[in-house]
T-cell receptor, first 121, second 116 residues
Framework: AQSVAQPEDQVNVAEGNPLTVKCTYS??????LFWYVQYPNRGLQFLLK??????LVKGSYGFEAEFNKSQTSFHLKKPSALVSDSALYFC???????????????????FGKGTKLSVKP | NAGVMQNPRHLVRRRGQEARLRCSPM?????VYWYRQLPEEGLKFMVY????????ESGMPKERFSAEFPKEGPSILRIQQVVRGDSAAYFC??????????????FGSGTQLSVL
């Protein structure tokens, strides 16, 4: 069964410092990995995804994530945090082996519990 | 493109009443997903629908909950005889089927259901 874990409920960072939000996963096949961000009173927004290719994936708002197969991790990173980055971040995973009746579209994404990022001035 | 539209934004119901949550996917999207966000629990998948078909309802509670996505009109998540434990934020997302499209989802702003 597929699963995803975000071990930190909250991450506190000073503005200008680098940030890391951790994510580990478990799937049967190859993972499709995603990061979404949720600002207060808003729906989730896509940040970036890893399907295949380079292990370092660059996404929106200066974020990037590194896929590490041996550690089954997909940590979200940013070299220099902004106060406006404060939000709830969700890691999500989908197994590359969806049920046969899915008809080619997306199967279920499994989301982590979310990590609250707080960036202080 | 107006994005994924959910209404109402806030819905208050008393125990035993029915709640109907609506979701209009993005233009051109024919796949709709419903998620429930409970405090401290993140997002939980509920159901995945295509037009007029339920593809996967493995995350739906067996009783009181139902979903539809008719040929015309929005997708509806219906909760009958609501209980306090149903209080949560319900998010709808949509995607467009395309070969090789390993998708990102587009989410609505959610409906906050409060059961008194």
């Amino acid at each position: 069964a597929q699963s995803v874990a975000q071990p930190e409920d909250q991450v506190n960072v000073a503005e200008g410092n680098p940030l890391t939000v951790k994510c580990t996963y478990s799937v049967s096949g190859n993972p499709y990995l995603f990061w979404y961000v949720q600002y207060p009173n808003r729906g989730l927004q896509f940040l970036l995804k890893y399907i295949t290719g380079d292990n370092l994936v660059k996404g929106s708002y200066g974020f990037e994530a590194e896929f590490n197969k041996s550690q089954t991790s997909f940590h979200l990173k940013k070299p220099s945090a902004l106060v406006s980055d404060s939000a709830l971040y969700f890691c999500a995973v989908r197994d590359s082996l969806p049920p046969v009746n899915y008809g080619g579209s997306q199967g279920n994404l499994i989301f982590g519990k979310g990590t609250k990022l707080s960036v202080k001035p | 493109n107006a994005g994924v539209m959910q209404n109402p934004r806030h819905l208050v119901r008393r125990r035993g009443q029915e709640a109907r949550l609506r979701c209009s996917p993005m233009k051109g999207h024919s796949h709709v997903y419903w998620y429930r966000q409970l405090p401290e629990e993140g997002l939980k998948f509920m159901v995945y629908l295509q037009k007029e078909n339920i593809i996967d309802e493995s995350g739906m509670p067996k009783e009181r909950f139902s979903a539809e996505f008719p040929k015309e009109g929005p997708s509806i998540l219906r909760i009958q005889q609501v209980v306090r434990g149903d209080s949560a934020a319900y998010f709808c997302a949509s995607s467009r089927i395309r070969e090789g499209d390993n998708e990102k989802l587009f989410f609505g702003s959610g409906t906050q259901l409060s059961v008194l």
